[in-house]
């Protein structure tokens, strides 16, 4: 390997190698550099993407722009939950503004009466997350709950705030702010997210809930 990877705890130093390893191309390895970068620092920065373009050696620019379609690969710190509105069109015309901007003024709230350094909670909109029966959908760490109203919203975000979860599970919030939902003959989950970075990798970011 050429890289010198300055950014990177030494156990993900070694998983840089394991997962180059496993393609045929370097290039190929991207995405799931990108994502061990997510993990390592909970966002993909600016010298991570350096690093990334010199371990798969392509361009910096080329491994931006693969960064920057995918809008899971943040590009600046997170608090330890995200909560993502969708306000694409069902969502929209069940009121998904309303419910956005009532977590985003109870997020700033509990912010400011905090003692973090850094604010706990992020609120985001993303575009349609698949649960347009569900409608508003809302996700906390990429962790799914449905039916969301303002009140509700506010109701979360101050659960988030006072409870901190180590684990969320969808199906937990579901049951304690969620409204109706769009499938509900599926399995209980008993596994959720244990941080900001989504949960499909196998490096740790799922875990069984209570
Ligand atoms: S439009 Fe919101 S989940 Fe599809």
Same mark, same amino acid.
């Given at each position: 390997? !050429?890289?010198? %990877?300055?950014?990177?705890?030494?156990?993900?130093? #070694?998983?840089?190698? $394991?997962? %180059?390893?496993?393609?045929?191309?370097?290039? *190929?390895?991207?995405?799931?550099?990108?994502?061990?970068?997510?993990?390592?620092?909970?966002?993909?920065?600016? +010298?991570?993407?350096?690093?990334?373009?010199?371990?798969?050696?392509?361009?910096?620019?080329?491994?931006? *722009?693969?960064?920057?379609?995918?809008?899971?690969? #943040? #590009?600046?710190?997170?608090?330890?939950? %995200?909560?993502?509105?969708?306000?694409?069109? *069902?969502? /929209?015309?069940?009121?998904?503004? +309303?419910?956005?901007?009532?977590?985003?003024? =109870?997020?700033?709230?509990?912010?400011?009466?905090?003692? +973090?350094?850094?604010?706990? %909670? *992020?609120?985001?909109?993303?575009?349609?997350?698949?649960?347009?029966?569900?409608?508003?959908?809302?996700?906390? !760490? /990429?962790?799914?709950?449905?039916?969301?109203?303002?009140?509700? $919203?506010?109701?979360?975000? !101050?659960?988030?705030?006072?409870?901190?979860?180590?684990?969320?599970? $969808?199906?937990?919030?579901?049951?304690?702010?969620?409204?109706?939902?769009?499938?509900?003959?599926?399995? =209980?989950?008993?596994?959720?997210?244990?941080?900001?970075?989504?949960?499909?990798?196998? /490096?740790?970011?799922?875990?069984?809930?209570?």
């Amino acid at each position: 390997m !050429n890289a010198v %990877i300055g950014h990177w705890s030494h156990e993900n130093q #070694k998983r840089v190698e $394991a997962i %180059i390893a496993a393609y045929p191309q370097r290039r *190929s390895a991207i995405m799931p550099l990108l994502y061990l970068a997510s993990l390592e620092h909970r966002y993909v920065s600016e +010298d991570a993407m350096r690093e990334v373009a010199e371990l798969v050696e392509i361009t910096p620019v080329q491994v931006h *722009s693969v960064a920057s379609f995918y809008t899971m690969f #943040k #590009k600046n710190d997170v608090g330890d939950y %995200i909560v993502s509105v969708c306000t694409s069109i *069902s969502c /929209y015309l069940n009121g998904a503004d +309303d419910v956005l901007a009532a977590a985003q003024e =109870t997020a700033e709230s509990v912010a400011s009466d905090s003692d +973090d350094d850094v604010a706990v %909670i *992020s609120v985001e909109h993303v575009e349609c997350i698949g649960a347009c029966g569900g409608a508003t959908a809302v996700q906390v !760490n /990429y962790e799914l709950l449905e039916g969301v109203t303002p009140e509700r $919203a506010i109701a979360l975000v !101050n659960w988030l705030s006072d409870t901190r979860p180590e684990v969320v599970l $969808a199906d937990e919030m579901q049951q304690l702010f969620g409204g109706r939902r769009s499938f509900d003959w599926g399995s =209980t989950e008993s596994f959720g997210a244990t941080g900001p970075v989504p949960a499909f990798g196998p /490096y740790g970011s799922a875990q069984e809930g209570r």
